[in-house]
């Protein structure tokens, strides 16, 4: 079983920027595909961005495609999610996972805390 801690999030106007991290711990981390997914208050968790094993096979949705960028460092048992030009549309709580496989946006492990994002002027 992986573990995940995520930080970084806070509050930000408009238009700023954020970078969060997650620590995974457990298994052996560089295996599997990562992702980050966020839940908005009185909404459901969805799914934001995805990683495989290597750093070019990125994936993510629509809404914050150009804007956010997800990274690794398996090195470090890490995975990043660089947030620009944000938006009050992404306030939500952010976490990470391991998902299922490369192309899926399933979660495969346990949930961490999450870290809070607030975009708000």
């Known amino acids: 079983q992986v573990q995940f801690v995520e930080s970084g999030g806070g509050l930000v106007q408009p238009g700023g920027s954020l970078n969060l991290s997650c620590a995974a711990s457990?298994?052996?981390?560089?295996?599997?595909?990562m992702a980050w997914f966020r839940q908005a208050p009185g909404k459901e968790r969805e799914f934001v961005a995805r990683i495989a094993w290597v750093s070019d096979s990125t994936y993510y949705v629509d809404s914050v495609r150009g804007r956010f960028t997800i990274s690794r460092d398996d090195a470090k048992n890490m995975v990043h999610l660089q947030m620009n030009n944000l938006k009050p549309d992404d306030t939500a709580v952010y976490y990470c996972?391991?998902?299922?496989?490369?192309?899926?946006?399933?979660?495969?492990?346990?949930w961490g805390q999450g870290t809070q994002v607030t975009v708000s002027s």
């Open positions: 996972n391991a998902i299922t496989s490369r192309h899926s946006t399933t979660p495969a492990g346990s």
């Open positions: 457990g298994r052996t981390f560089s295996n599997y595909p």
